[in-house]
Nanobody, 115 residues
Framework: QVQLVESGGGLVQPGGSLRLSCAASGLTFGRYAMEWYRQAPGKQREFLTTISPGGSTYYADSVKGRFTISRDNAKNTVYLQMNSLKPEETAVYYC?????????WGQGTQVTVSS
């Protein structure tokens, strides 16, 4: 079955950086667009960024210039490099694999931005 496993979350100080990973299995990774979302307590899940199978990227305004999405199709993994993190970006971060109407979510990884 399809599995997406996020890792790399943790506690970081304001202004700091983290790199999240999402390892996929059970699907033909190179055919899927990969996306990152986050959900803070009491808030709706928020779209952050997407990368196409060919490597084209798109970012929400809230993270443009600070976050970078990348993928390694040989490792079936997508990454999210997050710089200049803010306390309000404390949330659970999720990856999602998308192909036409198919969508698969990971279980999420907690990111806490606090001094």
């Amino acid at each position: 079955q399809v599995q997406l496993v996020e890792s790399g979350g943790g506690l970081v100080q304001p202004g700091g950086s983290l790199r999240l990973s999402c390892a996929a299995s059970g699907l033909t990774f190179g055919r899927y667009a990969m996306e990152w979302y986050r959900q803070a307590p009491g808030k709706q899940r928020e779209f952050l960024t997407t990368i196409s199978p060919g490597g084209s990227t798109y970012y929400a305004d809230s993270v443009k210039g600070r976050f970078t999405i990348s993928r390694d199709n040989a490792k079936n993994t997508v990454y999210l490099q997050m710089n200049s993190l803010k306390p309000e970006e404390t949330a659970v971060y999720y990856c999602k694999a998308v192909l036409d109407t198919l969508g698969y979510w990971g279980q999420g990884t907690q990111v806490t931005v606090s001094s």
